[in-house]
């Protein structure tokens, strides 16, 4: 689950004194292999501890249009890099997975094998170029609040003093035509995944 050895001193582990939430999403090729292998390459990761993953999540595109459904997962992750570095890491991991990003200032979402979106990080509030936290369009999108609800219900967003728990229930009634499919991960149990449905 970690890519620390088991020796590690508890003061190498407590080093990674920040919180984050991430979103995983694909919709091109095996995307729950894809998913799967994304998490084990967080896992790999130095100066990120991978700790919970979400169940799998299956959606129609919301905001483009394309014959491919998504699925998608939330992940729970402890690091001790600075929201901009942790961004280049799973751009890193996107791009080992094959995603290839549209030419700079292409209008548009588009099918892609691996998205990996950094939703929260603490409770900061932090607006650059690069990245906005929190994420601008995590309250819209069920997609992304199903699985997170699952892992971190009563994580506060900070502009809304909202759990994600409640921002989830919020919109459901305000957009019921919302709708996701919690499904399996079709592997052996993962260390920090959430427990498949029974």
């Known amino acids: 689950m970690t890519s ?31 998913l799967h292998t994304a998490w084990n390459l967080l896992q790999d990761e130095a100066s990120i501890r991978a700790d919970r993953l979400s169940a799998p999540y299956r959606s129609d595109p919301l905001g483009m249009q394309s014959a491919h459904r998504f699925v998608n997962a939330a992940a729970l992750v402890q690091t001790d890099l600075t929201p901009l ?15 290839t990003r549209p030419a700079h200032g292409a209008a548009g979402y588009r099918d892609r094998t691996l998205d990996l979106d950094l ?26 609040l199903e699985p997170l609800a699952e892992i971190a219900p009563e994580w506060v967003h900070p502009l809304r003093g909202r759990t994600v728990a409640d921002l989830r229930r919020d919109l459901l009634l305000a957009d019921p035509d919302q709708r996701v499919e919690r499904i399996r991960w079709p592997f052996p149990p993962v260390p920090g995944a959430a427990p498949a449905p029974v």
């Open 4 to 34: 620390t050895p088991p020796d590690a001193s508890a003061a190498g582990l407590a080093a990674l004194a920040h919180t984050a939430c991430l979103g995983l999403g694909s919709n091109l090729g095996d995307s729950l292999q894809i």
């Open 85 to 99: 570095a942790l961004l280049a890491r799973l751009q890193r991991i996107e791009t080992r997975c094959g995603r």
């Open 119 to 144: 939703l929260l990080y603490d409770d900061l509030v932090l607006r650059t170029a690069e990245l906005i936290l929190p994420h601008p369009r995590l309250h819209k999108r069920l997609f992304v």
